[in-house]
């Protein structure tokens, strides 16, 4: 069975913290994995990652995706209360099907 | 305005009801999805559309029927609401032109069954 686990499932950290988020899947046939921010309402893209070691980069956030051991990181540095929100992870399982399987997210609050 | 658009924002109602949560978008997509958000879970896929008259299952369609009544109108219906069907449910897009498979998504519909 296709799954995407994500960890921790909540984090509490202090402005100018840097914090890592983690995605791990098993799927079959792996195409992509998406990031996205929620806040109080829908989702926003962040990051599409396809290949291994290559590092996404915007601003403060990063993300990096190791195909090997079937895992992906989402690194934000010197934190802000902006960045409080829900971070979701997404993998495509197969090519050519759009389809995406998200994990539970992690929860991320910083306080100033 | 917004690009992908749900009604209602919010709908109480109660079970054995039949309920219809709507979806459009002017983003000219042709994959249009319907997801629900449950706390602890995650996003759930319900179904999705690739294409007008094109209807998929998603993994957890059981209790919902949609309708692909245009490329930018997407429904979802529950033909008879029951509590557990109570969450958070959000409208997609995408399209095969963007190469990275961003998703758009609604603002999304918070659906309380009694």
């Known amino acids: 069975e296709d799954k995407v686990v994500q960890s921790p499932l909540s984090l509490v950290v202090h402005e100018g913290d840097t914090v890592t988020l983690n995605c791990s899947y098993e799927v079959t046939n792996f195409r992509s994995l998406l990031w996205y921010k929620q806040e109080k309402k829908a989702p926003t893209f962040l990051f599409m990652l396809t290949s291994s070691g290559i590092e996404k980069k915007s601003g403060r956030l990063s993300s990096i995706l190791d195909k090997k051991e079937l895992f992906s990181i989402l690194n934000i540095t010197a934190t802000q209360t902006g960045d409080s929100a829900v971070y979701l992870c997404a993998v495509e399982p197969s090519s050519g099907t759009y389809k995406y399987i998200f994990g539970t997210g992690t929860r991320l609050k910083v306080l100033a | 305005d917004a690009d992908v658009t749900q009604t209602p924002r919010n709908r109480i109602t109660k079970t054995g009801k039949r309920i219809m949560l709507e979806c459009s978008q002017t983003k000219g997509h042709d994959r249009m999805y319907w997801y629900r958000q449950d706390p602890g879970l995650g996003l759930r896929l319900i179904y999705y559309?690739?294409?007008?008259?094109?209807?998929n299952k998603g993994e957890i369609s059981d209790g919902y029927s949609v309708s692909r009544q245009a490329q930018a109108k997407f429904s979802l219906s529950l033909e008879s609401a029951i509590p557990n069907q109570t969450a958070l449910y959000f409208c997609a897009t995408s399209d095969l032109r963007i190469s990275y498979n961003e998703q758009f998504f609604g603002p999304g519909t918070r659906l309380t069954v009694l």
């Open positions: 559309s690739f294409d007008v008259k094109d209807i």
